[in-house]
């Protein structure tokens, strides 16, 4: 149990366009979701958290209008880099805790983005 | 806030030796300790976690030692095998609010 699924797995995209990258917790309710960045050979970088139905609260340092993160349902969450540029490119995680779960963040598999 | 530690930053070990990778935290109220093996390209994967009112915990080849006092757990790995290698990352947390990682360990395991 406690599967967190991502997609896409790595996307490559133009200087200036939108992606968007979902997070889904397959086989329990997600009541909070984590957005991690990391680099290479680097620890995770929190970005952000979110809670189902609310607002998500960004780390310091993050740009909330670049990195739009919505938590509509208790199975998913997106998360959306606007006007991509290289300096975005990165391996981006999310993780999930569920209230039955206790403080257990269950991680997905990531995203790998390359911005060109 | 807090600040974890993890040593050593890279080990290598023979097949069926054991390996220990040891972090230690600041926040003596954190309260919850898991720890992750990540391999490449891929994310995190929980191995094993242990909360302040334990002292050791144990699965298969895998313990954890968590020393409240001087503020800092460890995690072993017994009878080494090469799967094992990957980067291993331990956190400290309060109730799971935010976890604070440590820079991880990239453990390999030499056939």
């Known amino acids: 149990g406690a599967v967190v699924s991502q997609h896409p797995s790595r996307v490559i995209c133009k200087s200036g366009t939108s992606v968007k990258i979902e997070c889904r917790s397959l086989?329990?309710?997600?009541?909070?979701m984590f957005w991690y960045r990391q680099f290479p050979k680097q620890s995770l970088m929190l970005m952000a958290t979110s809670n189902e139905g609310s607002k998500a609260t960004y780390e310091q340092g993050v740009e909330k209008d670049k990195f739009l993160i919505n938590h509509a349902s208790l199975t998913l969450s997106t998360l959306t880099v606007t006007s991509a540029h290289p300096e975005d490119s990165s391996f981006y995680i999310c993780?999930?805790?569920?209230?039955?779960?206790?403080?257990?963040?269950?991680f997905g598999p990531g995203t790998r983005l390359l911005v060109l | 806030g807090e600040n974890v530690e993890q040593h050593p930053s890279t080990l290598s070990v023979q097949e069926g030796d054991s390996a220990v990778i040891k972090c230690t935290y600041s926040?003596?109220?954190?309260?919850?300790f898991p720890w992750y093996k990540q391999e490449l390209g891929k994310g995190p994967q929980l191995i094993i976690d242990?909360?302040?009112?334990?002292g050791e915990k144990k699965d298969q080849r895998i313990a954890v030692t968590l020393n409240k006092t001087a503020k800092h757990f460890s995690l072993h790995i017994t009878e080494t095998q090469p799967e094992d290698s990957a980067v291993y990352f331990c956190a400290a947390s309060l109730t799971g609010n935010q976890f604070y990682f440590g820079t991880g360990t990239s453990l390999t395991v030499i056939p």
């Open positions: 993780s999930a805790r569920g209230a039955s779960l206790q403080e257990t963040q269950y």
């Open positions: 086989d329990f309710q997600a009541t909070t």
């Open positions: 926040d003596s109220a954190s309260n919850y």
């Open positions: 242990i909360r302040s009112n334990v």
